[in-house]
C-alpha cells in the first residue's frame, strides 16, 4: 500500500504473538484505505465495505502465525479484503436476483438508511468477534453465513406464491436443507483452513533445489515427486493418510497413491490453486513466483483444482490442463504454454515467443547460466526456442539462432550481443 507509514517490525512482533493492542494499531492505521479498496470493488454495494474490512482482520488474526514480514501482513490484508469483497458482491447479486430483480427496492433502502460505520464500532466489531467463544473460525462463519443467506435469497420468492398451509412445511424444509448444505460447506473450509495451518508450522521442512539443479523425493503415504529447478516444496510436520497436503513454489511431477479415503486426497497448494487428487493420478504442476498462472498437465487419473481465491473448480482428467492465474481465474492453457511450462519433465527447454529480456532469466533458472547484455536493445528480441535441458551448449546454440545474437566472453563474464 504505497504512500502509508510502513508496519513496524516491533508491532508486527507482537502481532504474531498474540498481542491484541498490535492488532488494534494496524486495525486503526489501515482501516480507511481497506475501507475504500472495498467500498470501490463493491461499487454501489458500498456500504458494505466496513463489514468486508472487519472480516479481513478477523481472518488475519487467525492466520498470525504464517505471517512473518510486515509485507506478508500488507499483501494478506489487501488479498482478504479482495476476496471479501468479491464474496459480497457474489452474495447480493444472489438474494437482489432471486429477491425480486431491479423491482425490489430492499436492498437500496437498507443501504441508505443503514448508520455509518465508525472506525471505534468497526474496531469493537472484530474485537467481539475475536472473543466469540465455542464457534468456527471466521472464515467458516462467514462462509456458512453466506451459504444461509444464498440459500433464503433463492427460495424466498418462491414461498411468497404458496398457498397458507404450505408454508410452516416448506419453511422447515427449506431450512433444513439450507443448514444440512452450510454444515457440508464448514467442514470444507475448515479442511482448507486445516491445510493452510498445516503448512504454515514452523515445525514443517522443505524440500529443494537450486538452479539448473532437479530432484526426486517420495513422501510418507508413498507418492512419489520428481522437482524441477529452482523450487521449493513445503512438507508439514503432520503430513499422513489424514493430512495429504503440501505447497509447492516451482515446478514438479506427483505420482500419487490412492487415498484411503475421499476425505483425504493428496492436495498441492501452489499459487492461488489448491489440486486435489483422490485417486492414483500423475500429474504435473507449475508455479513460479513470477509466472502469470498456475499451470497443471494431468498425465493419468484425474485431479481438482480449485482457486482458492474465487472458489471456481474444474476437474481435469488424463491429457486435459488447468490454469488458474493470480487473481482466480480458471482457464484451459495453450498448448504453446504447456509446452512451455512442462518442457523440463521431458529434459527440454521450451520458449514460444518471448522476448529474449525474459529468457535470460529462464536460462538461469535452467541451466545456470547468466549472460551480460552490453546492448540492451537486444533485450526486446523475440525468441522462439526448443534445447535439450541436458546440454548448455545446446541450449546457447539454439538462443544464437532465435534472438540473431552472438555468444561471447569479457573476461570471465558470458555475453550476448548483436551478430554481426
Same mark, same amino acid.
Do not use: C
Given at each position: 500500500?504505497?504512500?502509508?507509514?510502513?508496519?513496524?517490525?516491533?508491532?508486527?512482533?507482537? +502481532?504474531?504473538?498474540?498481542?491484541?493492542?498490535?492488532?488494534?494499531?494496524? +486495525?486503526?492505521?489501515?482501516?480507511?484505505?481497506?475501507?475504500?479498496?472495498?467500498?470501490?470493488?463493491?461499487?454501489?454495494? &458500498?456500504?458494505?465495505?466496513?463489514?468486508?474490512?472487519? &472480516?479481513?482482520?478477523?481472518?488475519?488474526?487467525?492466520?498470525?502465525?504464517?505471517?512473518?514480514?510486515?509485507?506478508?501482513?500488507?499483501?494478506?490484508?489487501?488479498?482478504?479484503?479482495?476476496?471479501?469483497?468479491?464474496?459480497?458482491?457474489?452474495?447480493?447479486?444472489?438474494?437482489?436476483?432471486?429477491?425480486?430483480?431491479?423491482?425490489?427496492?430492499?436492498?437500496?433502502?437498507?443501504?441508505?438508511?443503514?448508520?455509518?460505520?465508525?472506525?471505534?464500532?468497526?474496531?469493537?466489531?472484530?474485537?467481539?468477534?475475536?472473543?466469540?467463544?465455542?464457534?468456527?473460525?471466521?472464515?467458516?462463519?462467514?462462509?456458512?453465513?453466506?451459504?444461509?443467506?444464498?440459500?433464503?435469497?433463492?427460495?424466498?420468492? @418462491?414461498?411468497?406464491?404458496?398457498?397458507?398451509?404450505?408454508?410452516?412445511? @416448506?419453511?422447515?424444509?427449506?431450512?433444513?436443507? @439450507?443448514?444440512?448444505?452450510? +454444515?457440508?460447506?464448514?467442514?470444507?473450509?475448515?479442511?482448507?483452513?486445516?491445510?493452510?495451518?498445516?503448512?504454515?508450522?514452523?515445525? &514443517?521442512?522443505?524440500?529443494?533445489?537450486?538452479?539448473?539443479?532437479?530432484?526426486?523425493?517420495?513422501?510418507?503415504?508413498?507418492?512419489?515427486?520428481?522437482?524441477?529447478?529452482?523450487?521449493?516444496?513445503?512438507?508439514?510436520?503432520?503430513?499422513?493418510?489424514?493430512?495429504?497436503?503440501?505447497?509447492?513454489?516451482?515446478?514438479?511431477?506427483?505420482?500419487?497413491?490412492?487415498?484411503?479415503?475421499?476425505?483425504?486426497?493428496?492436495?498441492?497448494?501452489?499459487?492461488?490453486?489448491?489440486?486435489? @487428487?483422490?485417486?492414483?493420478?500423475? +500429474?504435473?504442476?507449475?508455479?513460479?513466483?513470477?509466472?502469470?498462472?498456475?499451470?497443471?498437465?494431468?498425465?493419468?487419473?484425474?485431479?481438482?483444482?480449485?482457486?482458492?481465491?474465487?472458489?471456481?473448480?474444474?476437474?481435469?482428467?488424463? &491429457?486435459?490442463?488447468?490454469?488458474?492465474?493470480?487473481?482466480?481465474?480458471?482457464?484451459?492453457?495453450?498448448?504453446?504454454?504447456?509446452?512451455?511450462?512442462?518442457?523440463?519433465?521431458?529434459?527440454?527447454?521450451?520458449?514460444?515467443?518471448?522476448?529474449?529480456?525474459?529468457?535470460?532469466?529462464?536460462?538461469?533458472?535452467?541451466?545456470?547460466?547468466?549472460?551480460?547484455?552490453?546492448?540492451?536493445?537486444?533485450?526486446?528480441?523475440?525468441?522462439?526456442?526448443?534445447?535439450?535441458?541436458?546440454?548448455?551448449?545446446?541450449?546457447?546454440?539454439?538462443?544464437?539462432?532465435?534472438?540473431?545474437?552472438?555468444?561471447?566472453?569479457?573476461?570471465?563474464?558470458?555475453?550476448?550481443?548483436?551478430?554481426?
Amino acid at each position: 500500500m504505497p504512500g502509508m507509514q510502513p508496519i513496524d517490525r516491533d508491532v508486527l512482533t507482537g +502481532f504474531r504473538l498474540g498481542d491484541e493492542r498490535a492488532l488494534e494499531q494496524v +486495525f486503526r492505521a489501515r482501516y480507511e484505505p481497506l475501507t475504500e479498496q472495498a467500498s470501490a470493488a463493491l461499487g454501489e454495494d &458500498g456500504a458494505a465495505a466496513p463489514k468486508v474490512v472487519e &472480516g479481513a482482520f478477523v481472518r488475519v488474526w487467525g492466520e498470525r502465525g504464517a505471517i512473518d514480514t510486515p509485507e506478508a501482513l500488507e499483501e494478506f490484508l489487501f488479498d482478504a479484503v479482495k476476496t471479501g469483497a468479491a464474496r459480497e458482491r457474489s452474495r447480493r447479486a444472489a438474494a437482489h436476483r432471486f429477491g425480486g430483480g431491479a423491482n425490489n427496492g430492499h436492498h437500496a433502502t437498507t443501504h441508505s438508511s443503514a448508520a455509518p460505520v465508525t472506525l471505534d464500532d468497526a474496531w469493537q466489531h472484530v474485537s467481539t468477534a475475536l472473543h466469540a467463544t465455542h464457534a468456527p473460525s471466521a472464515r467458516v462463519q462467514d462462509e456458512l453465513h453466506d451459504v444461509l443467506r444464498h440459500d433464503a435469497a433463492t427460495h424466498v420468492a @418462491a414461498l411468497a406464491k404458496r398457498p397458507a398451509w404450505q408454508l410452516p412445511t @416448506a419453511i422447515a424444509v427449506i431450512l433444513a436443507v @439450507a443448514i444440512f448444505g452450510a +454444515f457440508r460447506w464448514m467442514d470444507r473450509a475448515s479442511a482448507d483452513q486445516a491445510v493452510t495451518s498445516a503448512l504454515a508450522s514452523p515445525d &514443517g521442512r522443505n524440500v529443494s533445489t537450486l538452479a539448473a539443479q532437479s530432484g526426486r523425493t517420495t513422501l510418507n503415504d508413498g507418492s512419489k515427486v520428481t522437482i524441477g529447478a529452482d523450487t521449493k516444496i513445503r512438507i508439514p510436520p503432520n503430513f499422513g493418510p489424514r493430512m495429504r497436503a503440501v505447497r509447492l513454489d516451482g515446478s514438479a511431477s506427483f505420482d500419487a497413491v490412492a487415498a484411503e479415503s475421499p476425505q483425504h486426497p493428496l492436495i498441492v497448494r501452489a499459487g492461488d490453486a489448491s489440486i486435489a @487428487a483422490t485417486a492414483a493420478s500423475s +500429474f504435473d504442476v507449475r508455479s513460479y513466483p513470477g509466472d502469470q498462472a498456475t499451470t497443471v498437465r494431468v498425465r493419468s487419473g484425474s485431479v481438482d483444482v480449485k482457486s482458492l481465491s474465487t472458489g471456481a473448480t474444474q476437474t481435469a482428467a488424463a &491429457g486435459q490442463a488447468v490454469a488458474v492465474t493470480k487473481d482466480g481465474q480458471v482457464s484451459t492453457p495453450s498448448a504453446a504454454d504447456l509446452s512451455e511450462a512442462f518442457g523440463w519433465a521431458d529434459k527440454k527447454f521450451v520458449v514460444n515467443n518471448r522476448q529474449l529480456s525474459a529468457v535470460l532469466p529462464q536460462l538461469v533458472r535452467w541451466y545456470g547460466l547468466e549472460f551480460k547484455t552490453p546492448d540492451q536493445s537486444i533485450l526486446a528480441r523475440p525468441v522462439t526456442m526448443t534445447a535439450s535441458l541436458e546440454s548448455s551448449r545446446e541450449a546457447i546454440a539454439a538462443l544464437e539462432k532465435a534472438a540473431n545474437v552472438q555468444f561471447g566472453w569479457e573476461g570471465k563474464t558470458m555475453t550476448l550481443t548483436p551478430k554481426k
